[in-house]
């Protein structure tokens, strides 16, 4: 059985390869969008435990990404699982032209949203990795997924 059920919404191919590796290994089952609009389709079919959305994701296929779409995404999100979020690292492209007060004003705006954690692209290979943060985020130790204490 699968420790998770994640959706990654990614348009770059090397990206993506990298993703799939990290869920491999974690042993958690996956499905892939690569845009705004396949995510919508498969956020009303299946209950993922964990998202990982490109901050800079394309409205649809083929399209060019825009930052204003992790907002629409997180908005569908919250809209299709109102009663059981599931967690989400959001996956912050480094641009150059991004300053560390831009990175730090979107991942506080995305929290606002329902974002968990916030990574930044290229994924880092040492010290914080994606494995890593999923690891912290989804509460797993050892094998296994240890539930979130009851309110």
Not at 92 to 117: C, H, K, N, Q, Y
Request: net charge negative; charged share 30%; glycine share 4%.
């Amino acid at each position: 059985m699968a420790l998770c059920k994640a959706l990654v919404v990614e348009s770059d191919s090397k990206a993506r390869e990298t993703i799939e590796d990290i869920l491999l290994t974690l042993d958690c089952d996956y499905e892939f969008a690569d845009s705004l609009a396949q995510a919508r389709k498969l956020l009303t079919r299946v209950d993922h435990d964990l998202v990982l959305p490109a901050f800079d994701m394309p409205s649809r296929t083929g399209s060019s990404p825009r930052p204003q779409n992790a907002e629409h995404f997180m908005l569908s999100l919250r809209k299709a699982r109102p009663q059981r979020m599931p967690k989400v690292i959001m996956l912050l492209s480094d641009r150059p032209a991004a300053t560390d007060e831009d990175i730090a004003r979107w991942a506080f705006d995305m929290r606002d949203l329902g974002v968990t954690d916030v990574v930044l692209k290229p994924l880092a290979d040492a010290g914080r990795t994606l494995d890593r943060v999923i690891k912290k985020v989804m509460g797993m130790k050892g094998d296994q997924i240890v539930p979130d204490a009851p309110a």
